[in-house]
């Protein structure tokens, strides 16, 4: 099941089928503009802090009764669309037996990077055994929700090999790009291998009922289009590809993509994920029809007093009506930040609800 090609089950309605979010991913007309954040389960919620205290990162994403009541804090406080699975980008690495640790307060940090063709090797595909903790909470999960759709996700090829070239966060992302211009054969190699990798973990989820997924190529916005539609699309556009067939919506998002939106979208997602620094409208243009879009309040706004979140979140929802009357799902322009008030979370979903209602 590694390769892209297996024979695929046709789409399954889930109990989700009818809500307002993947009515959104699908254009369908809406009650009100669906609303979920990205990072909505973590940091910011003094319930987290409590389950995970003693636990490491790594060590919580293995525990599927855990896993579950992470994922639906969120959904029990905030009243969100959609519930986001709780996990992260290096968990498929660390599956198929990649040393990476989550060091807090730093991020993915990877013991022995890769930065040659031997070291590729290590990168073997994803198989479901590998995961077998993530069928079990997606299960467990989807039974909770009910008619909550649940979102799988996956980092993208570009920003996972950023963190193993690398071997952890990186500004400048230096030495990813002297492979990607300076060796691309070796490069192309190892985009292959993520995206068999990512594949892998995005159908486990769907397989055990996540209802869309997205895909996160947090920072691939580093790049210029040409060299993005050179040496990274082609992975992304597999990884895509490769889900097609349960016909979920796939959500393609990425931080300071302003450039790339249209790329982003013709790599075959569902739906565009837009940061802060375009307005909906504008971007709709630049993605083009047929796509739904995800965003896009500055994360920041939260921390102003409520009358300015209000402001700023009737702008984005003003710049979404260029859309028509569906096909946006609201959401910040990247993650929740481990300070935000988690009560003006709370109030921007009401807002968000009230103020688009039809
Ligand atoms: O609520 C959700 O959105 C689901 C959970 C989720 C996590 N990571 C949990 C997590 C998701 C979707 C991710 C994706 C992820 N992980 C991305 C892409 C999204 C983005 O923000 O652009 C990236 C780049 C990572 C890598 C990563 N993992 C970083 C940069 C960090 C933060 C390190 C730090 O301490 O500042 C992590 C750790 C992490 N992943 C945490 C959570 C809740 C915090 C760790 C903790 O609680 O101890």
């Not at 695929?8 to 809500?19: E, G, L």
């Not at 952890?168 to 002297?178: C, D, F, I, L, Q």
């Not at 998002?253 to 075959?268: H, K, N, Q, R, S």
């Not at 799902?329 to 990247?334: K, Q």
């Amino acid at each position: 099941m590694s390769e892209t090609t297996a024979a695929q089950p046709s789409v399954r309605r889930t109990a989700a089928h009818d809500s307002a979010f993947l009515r959104a991913c699908r254009h369908e007309p809406v009650p009100h503009t669906p609303v979920w954040f990205m990072r909505q389960a973590g940091r910011s919620l003094p319930e987290y802090h409590k389950v995970r205290e003693g636990i490491p990162m790594l060590e919580s994403c293995m525990r599927p009764e855990l896993v579950k009541e992470i994922t639906l804090q969120p959904v029990r406080r905030h009243k969100v669309d959609a519930a986001i699975f709780f996990s992260d980008i290096v968990v498929p690495l660390k599956a198929v037996g990649i040393d990476v640790e989550i060091k807090p307060g730093v991020g993915p940090v990877i013991a022995d990077p890769i930065r040659t063709r031997a070291d590729l090797q290590r990168l073997r595909p994803l198989e479901p055994e590998d995961v077998g903790y993530v069928t079990e909470a997606v299960g467990l999960l989807v039974d909770e929700l009910g008619d909550t759709p649940l979102i799988g996700f996956a980092g993208a090829p570009f920003t996972l090999a950023s963190y193993l070239i690398e071997g952890g966060p990186s500004k400048g992302h230096e030495r990813t790009k002297a492979m990607m211009y300076g060796e691309p054969e070796l490069w192309a190699e190892l985009v292959d291998r993520l995206a068999v990798i990512t594949a892998g973990f995005l159908k486990v989820q769907i397989e055990a009922g996540a209802s869309a997924i997205q895909l996160f190529d947090s920072w691939v916005g580093s790049l210029a289009p040409d060299d993005y539609r050179r040496s990274v699309m082609a992975g992304s556009a597999k990884v895509f590809d490769a889900v097609a067939g349960y016909g979920v919506p796939r959500i393609h998002f990425g931080v300071g993509t302003g450039e790339l939106l249209g790329l982003m979208g013709e790599a075959g997602a569902d739906v565009v994920g837009v940061d802060w620094r375009v307005p909906l409208d504008v971007a709709a243009g630049r993605v083009g029809l047929g796509k739904a879009l995800q965003g896009n309040l500055d994360p920041a706004v939260l921390f102003a007093p409520t009358s300015v979140v209000e402001t700023k979140a009737r702008e984005v929802l003003h710049a979404a009506s260029a859309l028509g009357t569906s096909g946006h799902i609201f959401n910040l322009g990247h993650g929740v930040s481990p300070s935000m008030d988690p009560d003006a979370l709370t109030r921007l979903v009401a807002f968000v609800h009230e103020a688009s209602a039809r």
